[in-house]
C-alpha cells in the first residue's frame, strides 16, 4: 500500500544514453512533481503536473520531458544523459488544494 | 528572494537534549512552512507545518515556532532521540506558487546515545 513509487530505485548508465523512471501515486492526488537532489542533498523543484497539464518548470535543459498518461503517474524522460545529471530524483504529490505534499522513495541516477 | 536559509548545517546533541534548526525567508508572500525529515536512501516525509496566522505548533516532541515579523522559524525537538537521527529541511511556498516548495539546505542531526 505504498502511497508514492517509484521504479527503479537506481539507475546506472552511461552519457548520452536516454532513460525514464516512473513515478505512480495511490493516494487520489491530482497534483504530482519531480525535485531533484543533488550531491550535497539540495532539493529542487523540477516539473510539477495538474490535471495533465504541466504548470512549473524550473530552468530545467528540455532534454528533461515529464510524461503523465494519467492523474497517479508522472514519469520522467531524461535525453542524451550528461555527468551532472547524477542525483538522487524524487516524485511527489498532493491535491491540488492543498500544500501538503508527499514523496517517494527516490531514484539515484549514476551517469558514468 | 526565493531563497530559505537553514541553519546550522549539522548538529550534534545527546539524547534526551533539545534539537533546534533555524530558518529564515525573504518572501513576504510565503504562507505555509514546513518542516520535512529524511532518512538516508530514503524520500523527505512530512514532520510539521505552520501557516503564519499562528506563531507556534506542536506536534508530540515537534514544535514548529514562527516569527512573522523576524521572518524566521524554527525546528525544536524535545527529548531527542537517536531514532532522530537524519537530515531535516525547512520549506516555504506561497498560495497560487503550483506547489513550488522552495527548501533550505538541509541539517544534519545526529543524537548521541
Known amino acids: 500500500d505504498t502511497a508514492v513509487s517509484q521504479t527503479p530505485k537506481y539507475l546506472v548508465t552511461q552519457m548520452g544514453n536516454d532513460k525514464s523512471i516512473k513515478c505512480e501515486q495511490n493516494?487520489?492526488?491530482?497534483?504530482m512533481y519531480w525535485y531533484k537532489q543533488d550531491s550535497k542533498k539540495f532539493l529542487k523543484i523540477m516539473f510539477s503536473y495538474n490535471n495533465k497539464e504541466l504548470i512549473i518548470n524550473e530552468t530545467v535543459p528540455n532534454r528533461f520531458s515529464p510524461k503523465s498518461p494519467d492523474k497517479a503517474h508522472l514519469n520522467l524522460h531524461i535525453n542524451s544523459l550528461e555527468l551532472g545529471d547524477s542525483a538522487v530524483y524524487f516524485c511527489?504529490?498532493?491535491?491540488?488544494?492543498?500544500?501538503?505534499?508527499?514523496f517517494g522513495p527516490g531514484t539515484r541516477l549514476t551517469v558514468t | 528572494q526565493q531563497q530559505v536559509k537553514q541553519s546550522p548545517q549539522s548538529l550534534i546533541v545527546q539524547k534526551g537534549g533539545i534539537s533546534i534548526i533555524n530558518c529564515a525567508y525573504e518572501n513576504t508572500a510565503f504562507d505555509y512552512f514546513p518542516w520535512y525529515q529524511q532518512f538516508p536512501g530514503k524520500g523527505p516525509a512530512l514532520l510539521i507545518a505552520?501557516?503564519?496566522?499562528?506563531s507556534e505548533k506542536k506536534e508530540g516532541r515537534f514544535t514548529i515556532s514562527f516569527n512573522k515579523s523576524a521572518k524566521q522559524f524554527s525546528l525544536h525537538i524535545m527529548d531527542s532521540q537517536p531514532g532522530d537521527s537524519a537530515t531535516y529541511f525547512c520549506a516555504a511556498t506561497e498560495w497560487g506558487s503550483q506547489g513550488n516548495l522552495i527548501f533550505g539546505k538541509g541539517t544534519k542531526l545526529s543524537v548521541k546515545p
Open positions: 505552520i501557516r503564519p496566522d499562528v
Open positions: 511527489a504529490s498532493s491535491h491540488a488544494t492543498a500544500y501538503e505534499q508527499y
Open positions: 493516494l487520489g492526488h491530482d497534483t
